[in-house]
């Protein structure tokens, strides 16, 4: 019997419709969705050890025979402890213990021929022997063993509930034996052969039950051909999706700006609030060019905390609007909407441009007028949240748009907006922004199908942040501080990880509040923000602390981004270790907005685990955004760095951006070549035919194919 890939994986022998629905949860329906659920490492248990050379600690292979074996029932279990003496070809004897072992008194007898692999312990009992407790033991008969757990390179799963290792193993064996020949192979075959790469099958089999003359590093570092070429064709066809839609959006019709008008070059000195950086003119001429062309710009624009972005999506807003176009810029709160606003009628006013704002907690009356005003044309730049892409939103032409932290919304919000410019039979211009600095491999996953700016130089005039690390008792000191700092005519931000109490013993911000207005700082006025605030309630909040009518601001992580105080210059955080480092990195963004001296102090425990002390460290000794996305994305991966974004959800099984650069940098090249030659359009016809359904989905070449 055979197995075909979409075959339901309760038919798999070792599964079954119990373990069925465990593996349902995972997404795992079909026998293709197990192959692609990988070991996360490998052991070698072909090699075997002599007990006289097994040490405490480590994990080791032995053949050796059975000399002797009792179960001796023991009060607190419910079954007995078995006890087995074994020894090797060579005379060395190793003693082991089986809880719940009973069942083994009545299969192992004297002379039996074993294969054990297990870590090695010292006798707690007696200290000057070594033991092994309950290792995988196969019985041997009269040949080798034929076995998924000892005489091969065993490969190690991540259990699924109560779908252990060793269970999901057996089945993974079974279902591999029975793999149909005719597994398609995705991959071009001229590209195959060229990178000399294994078949699809070949692959798939081997990455599961490696052959014994596997190297075991190489397998543990996902440097075998198999884990190459599995790594490679998911690289290629999420890049090939990328590379189609570049191709399909440069064919759009968008409209071609003047720039160049001496007119167009007035209108962007006067709105100007301070002398660009080299930085800022060498990333406005790249979104020039690209807004003088006939085709749709796409491009991301990589900034730091503090080096202009917003000025220079306002520039560029202003080509749109002075070519008789509405502009828009979607950001993905309604604190961060509210800046980019304020900021935007403040920058503009000597333009006499007129924006709008756009936020669900307008109230009816207001939000209608609005509307009205942006189907008419009347607003020239609009700036809201997700309001923006709702269907009542209608543009009169929109020519450019601008999206703030852009890993926030998913990719079809962003074509969404594009959607409100397509009515009027052109696409708009869009302009990616994102404080989040970005390393190379990860920006060609993420943002693959965009072009690249990096601003890399901060505004003259800011002071670097000074960060510090403390700990809980010395918080009267810090206290102290920023009461001198306030003293000073300067305002301080206090950041706590939650709202109310909670059962992980957090401070809270709305209980901290409290005691801080009364007992630390009883002579100050302090403001409360946190998310559960209505609309209203947030602006009164943060119109007070801009007109410094209230002198510290007690807060949760709803100031992130978008709250720009330039007095502001004292910045405490409270349990800094619960918080991620990208996340300090912002808020910490908030302070250091204007010349005076600037304090970031991070308040964590006396005793943290090594990875909190390796963040807060990482925010003690560089303030550089780039640096602080390096030492994040190797603390907590790729998966995790952007929060809710996954790399599962990028359609990776195997493939990691971060360690796998050189296989993304060539998928990448062979994907792209491959989407704009001309030549190669019947393979590239081919692939998508061939590609199944679920492939189609995954990596989002459906709409394409």
């Not at 994907?671 to 030659?677: G, K, M, N, P, R």
Request: aromatic residues 6%; hydrophobic residues 40%.
């Amino acid at each position: 019997m055979t197995l075909s890939l979409s075959t339901e994986v309760r038919m798999i022998k070792g599964v079954g419709p119990q373990r069925a629905e465990l593996l349902a949860k995972r997404g795992i329906h079909t026998f293709e969705d197990l192959l692609a659920y990988l070991p996360f490492r490998y052991e070698d248990r072909i090699h075997f050890s002599n007990i006289k050379d097994i040490l405490p600690g480590g994990t080791f292979t032995i053949r050796a025979r059975v000399m002797s074996g009792q179960a001796i029932p023991h009060k607190h279990h419910y079954n007995a402890i078995y006890h087995l003496l074994v020894q090797d070809a060579v005379g060395g004897l190793l003693p082991c213990k089986f809880f719940h072992g009973g069942y083994l008194e009545d299969r192992l007898k004297a002379g039996q021929q074993l294969i054990l692999h297990g870590k090695v312990e010292i006798d707690k009992l007696r200290p000057a022997r070594l033991e092994m407790i309950n290792p995988q033991l196969e019985m041997l008969g009269n040949g080798e063993p034929d076995s998924t757990e000892v005489g091969r390179i065993v490969p190690i799963y991540e259990a699924i509930g109560s779908f252990g290792s060793r269970a999901i193993r057996r089945a993974m064996y079974a279902a591999v034996q029975m793999l149909e020949a005719g597994v398609p192979d995705i991959l071009p075959e001229a590209l195959r052969a060229r990178l000399n790469f294994p078949s699809r099958r070949e692959a798939q089999i081997h990455v599961h039950f490696p052959p014994p003359n596997e190297s075991i590093e190489a397998l543990n570092t996902f440097r075998t051909p198999a884990q190459q070429r599995l790594i490679f064709e998911e690289f290629f066809l999420y890049q090939l999706s990328l590379a189609l839609d570049r191709k399909a959006t440069r064919k759009g019709n968008a409209i071609a700006f003047r720039v160049r008008e001496e007119k167009i070059r007035e209108a962007l000195k006067r709105i100007l609030p301070f002398k660009p950086t080299a930085a800022q003119k060498r990333v406005l001429a790249e979104i020039a060019a690209d807004l003088e062309k006939p085709a749709p710009m796409n491009r991301l624009l990589q900034g730091d905390v503090g080096s202009g972005k917003t000025i220079v999506a306002l520039q560029a807003a202003v080509i749109a609007m002075e070519n008789a176009c509405q502009a828009a810029l979607m950001a993905p709160t309604e604190i961060l909407a509210v800046q980019h606003y304020l900021s935007a009628r403040r920058i503009l006013a000597p333009g006499g441009y007129k924006v709008e704002l756009l936020i669900s907690g307008m109230k009816f009356a207001e939000k209608s007028a609005a509307l009205e005003r942006i189907r008419t044309g009347e607003a020239q730049l609009v700036i809201g949240t997700h309001a923006l892409i709702e269907d009542q939103v209608q543009f009169a032409r929109l020519g450019f748009a601008a999206i703030d932290e852009q890993h926030r919304f998913g990719v079809m919000q962003r074509k969404r907006l594009m959607d409100k410019a397509a009515s009027h039979g052109h696409a708009p211009h869009v302009l990616v922004l994102t404080a989040t600095p970005i390393p190379r491999t990860l920006s060609l996953t993420l943002y693959g199908d965009l072009d690249v700016s990096v601003l890399d130089e901060l505004p003259p005039g800011r002071t670097p942040i000074q960060t510090h690390l403390t700990s809980e008792p010395h918080l009267p000191g810090t206290w102290e501080s920023l009461r001198r700092e306030i003293n000073a005519g300067h305002q301080a931000y206090i950041v706590y990880p939650v709202i109310e109490e909670s059962k992980l013993e957090l401070k809270a911000a709305m209980e901290e509040f409290k005691r801080l207005s009364k007992e630390v700082f009883p002579k100050l006025k302090l403001g409360l923000l946190h998310g559960r605030l209505s609309s209203e309630e947030k602006d009164a909040v943060m119109e007070s602390f801009r007109k410094n009518e209230t002198q510290i601001l007690v807060a949760t992580t709803v100031i992130e981004v978008g709250v720009d105080v330039p007095n502001a210059t004292v910045m405490v955080i409270e349990h800094a270790e619960r918080f991620g480092l990208a996340q300090l990195h912002q808020l910490r963004g908030r302070i250091g907005r204007g010349a005076a001296k600037s304090h970031c102090i991070l308040v964590g425990p006396v005793r943290m685990t090594e990875e909190a002390q390796a963040r807060l460290q990482a925010m003690v000794e560089t303030t550089d955004g780039f640096k602080i996305a390096e030492i994040d994305l190797q603390l907590r991966g790729p998966g995790e760095f952007f929060g809710t974004r996954q790399s599962g959800d990028l359609g990776f099984h195997i493939a990691n951006p971060l360690r796998d650069k050189e296989p993304l940098e060539l998928a990448r090249k062979e994907a792209f070549s491959l989407a704009e030659d001309a030549n190669q359009s019947a393979a590239l016809e081919g692939l998508l035919r061939q590609l199944p359904k679920e492939w189609q989905r995954r990596y989002q070449l459906a709409r394409i194919g």
